[in-house]
């Protein structure tokens, strides 16, 4: 990023400071709410605002559906809607190298056999699967692939479902997900673990790395499936004609989204994930918060793709949907986008390849689910019907282990981590990076023309599009200074606390914007803040949407790693693998319009009230600790804002970032595409 510096720096000012630092005022002067909300979850205006946008944009893409006459208009949203989804994922790689497939194992079961399988789906990408065969010695079968869902151990937690298909007369690949099972890329061998839970919290770190470089998880996830199909395709025991798949949460992602792009699947079944992503934007934080950023492609619901664009790409291809009606993938949403989908279906004569199935239970693939699955694949596969589920023997994971040390990454000199993978798709992608600019991205087609907005006082009323309108709610002197407590609305309902904390004997005063990593400044900044003034500047220090006073007072447990809910609140709340601040950045990349982004509207936003209520022509930004970062990008996107510079500071760079695989760093500088800003 370049630089935008003022002449005067950060040390020169401290220098010219002259008065003696002061006490601190009370708490109370800085807090703008008169109460602070009991901890609990509940709706806050920016989740709300979260919700609206989502649902409004839903509204557009219903409209396309609702617009489509003929098989003619349906193939090509499909076109459109595939070619989105590519992109979202950052495409899929070009080339399908040599799987080099090596069985490594076979178990004898009743009926049946299973093969301990290693393939590599890129070059040192290495997967550990299962196969499941019949022994009844026919020419070939159908064959099903199940992705497995989020569980530590990977395809060991579905192998009831594997043996059920089998014994149904399939054969059956299942494999482990990349950061599960055999597959951990955080492996550490001395304890015997991974540095993160199996769950979700490995796909966190590979998710978030991805994308920065322009990609997502599910490109890399996605590939797997494919060439999994790939491997089923050499066997002379399967018939190709009939590829399904099938696969529940983090497995019925996978099952949509593969099928959706590989034609060679005829029949596909998800469970436990169809739903209608808007409704997933409060659900996501108080039901289910570990983050899992695959699961949210940027731009999914701004893109008119959701999940009735996945489910629609498969027509007229067999479509099966499995729900559980307590699951936290709400029921509502999978019950609504079947429905769209089921009409289209009907309205052109194939009714009879789209079936739905609940079940009341929470998140699992329960037996009646998967009994009514069975019977649907067996149908469309020539199969003769069958009643009930055959019996399984669950086996032990060590027993279904494909390698010798139980993670591919130990096992094989050559093996890559992922993280490696996704820096090598930055590099190769940088040659040739489109030419674009952080002020760009942020001025682009989701921009809300702050720039043109009219500023007054609060009339009581929910300001209408295009209002910023400032509520002064209360005074108080420390000494010679004066803070200033206002509320500012926008944006329909939300709100930003902001401080004027400024010296009655300035006269010509320039306005400086300050805030730290948490939001407006505190008793703990006040000797700096005295520093400021006596260089003659106000301050201006406000409350980022979803921190500072505005956070939501919930501290989201992860259900997948009790570790985490050891966190103190501060630490729980903007926590990158689960936690409120993650949520809500994830919500604002479904509706495209990254919380990065937001965080530079909201300065936007401080800066139009500051210009019209204080009469300023000079505004600067500046800010502490990790915050500088994002003074520094302020500075950069907005015109006549300028920045006093830290030059001691340390600046976060995304493409630093993936050039040395950083596992964590603070969630809300997600911004896709980042390693390429210039």
């Given amino acids: 990023m370049r630089k935008t510096l003022l ?33 609990g979850p509940r709706i806050t205006p920016y989740l709300e605002y979260q919700a609206k946008l989502a649902w409004d944009q839903d509204d557009i893409r219903r409209k396309e559906f609702e617009d489509i006459r003929d098989e003619r208009d349906l193939f ?249 009606v307590l699951d936290f993938f709400p029921i509502e949403g999978t019950r609504q986008t079947f429905r769209e989908v089921e009409s289209l279906y009907t309205q052109f004569d194939h009714s009879d390849r789209v079936a739905m199935t609940e079940s009341y239970n929470q998140h699992e693939y329960s037996l009646e689910n998967q009994e009514a699955a069975l019977n649907f694949l067996d149908h469309f596969n020539q199969l003769p019907p069958k009643r009930g589920l055959p019996p399984i023997k669950e086996l032990d994971e060590k027993v279904l282990q494909c390698t010798r040390t139980g993670q591919v990454m130990l096992d094989h000199s050559d093996a890559r981590s992922l993280m490696d993978v996704i820096k090598e798709y930055y590099v190769e992608h940088k040659q040739n990076p489109p030419p674009i600019t952080l002020a760009q991205i942020y001025y682009g087609n989701q921009y809300a023309g702050i720039k043109t907005w009219t500023v007054g006082k609060y009339s009581g009323m929910a300001p209408v599009r295009g209002q910023i309108e400032w509520e002064l709610v209360g005074s108080s002197k420390s000494g010679d200074f004066v803070i200033d407590r206002y509320l500012l609305h926008h944006s329909h309902n939300l709100e930003m606390p902001l401080l004027h904390i400024h010296h009655p004997a300035n006269k010509n005063p320039r306005v400086l914007l300050w805030f730290s990593s948490q939001g407006k400044a505190g008793p703990e900044n006040w000797n700096r803040i005295v520093k400021y003034i006596d260089a003659d500047y106000d301050i201006v220090s406000f409350d980022f949407r979803g921190l500072g006073e505005t956070r939501m007072p919930y501290k989201a447990i992860s259900e997948d790693d009790p570790l985490l809910g050891q966190l103190d609140f501060d630490q729980a709340y903007v926590n990158p693998i689960s936690g409120v601040l993650a949520d809500y950045v994830y919500n604002s990349l479904l509706t495209g319009r990254p919380y990065f982004l937001q965080m530079i509207e909201d300065a936007e936003i401080a800066a139009g009230f500051s210009r019209a209520k204080f009469n300023t022509k000079q505004l600067t930004v500046t800010a502490d600790d990790d915050a500088y970062t994002l003074a520094r990008t302020i500075a950069e996107t907005l015109p006549d804002i300028k920045l006093l510079a830290q030059p001691a500071a340390q600046i976060l760079n995304w493409s630093e970032i993936v050039e040395q695989e950083r596992e964590v760093w603070p969630i809300q500088y997600l911004l896709p595409d980042g390693a390429y800003i210039h």
């Fill in 7 to 39: 002449t005067l720096s950060l040390v020169a000012v401290l220098a010219a400071a002259s008065f003696p630092a002061t006490s601190p005022p009370a708490p109370e002067a800085f807090r703008v709410f008169p109460n602070s909300p009991a901890p």
């Fill in 76 to 324: 090509r949203l499909q076109r459109e809607l595939r070619h989105k989804l590519l992109d979202m994922i950052g495409g899929l790689p070009t080339q399908k190298t040599p799987l080099n497939p090596r069985v490594t194992g076979r178990i004898e079961m009743d009926g049946f056999h299973i093969e301990k399988l290693l393939f590599q789906s890129l070059p040192g990408v290495y997967v550990a699967a299962l196969v499941y065969v019949p022994d009844d010695k026919q020419n070939s079968y159908p064959a099903v692939l199940v992705p497995s869902g989020h569980a530590p151990n990977g395809k060991v937690h579905y192998q009831a479902l594997c043996q059920r298909l089998v014994q149904r007369g399939y054969v059956v690949l299942s494999w482990d997900t990349v950061g599960q099972g055999e597959r951990s890329q955080f492996w550490d061998a001395q304890s015997g673990k991974s540095r993160y839970n199996l769950i979700c919290a490995e796909h966190a770190v590979l998710g978030n790395l991805a994308y920065l470089a322009g990609a997502n998880l599910a490109r890399w996830e996605i590939w797997d499936g494919i060439r999994a199909l790939d491997y089923l395709l050499t066997r002379p025991d399967v018939d190709p004609q009939r590829i399904n798949i099938t696969g529940t949460s983090g497995g019925g992602f996978q099952a949509a989204h593969i099928a959706a792009l590989d034609e060679r699947i005829k029949v596909a079944a998800p469970s436990c994930y169809i739903t209608a992503l808007p409704m997933r934007v409060y659900n996501r934080i108080f039901a289910d918060p570990d983050s899992d950023p695959e699961q949210d492609l940027y731009g999914m619901i701004s893109n008119g793709v959701d999940h009735p664009g996945l489910l629609l790409m498969m027509y007229p291809r067999p479509v099966f949907v499995a729900a559980a």
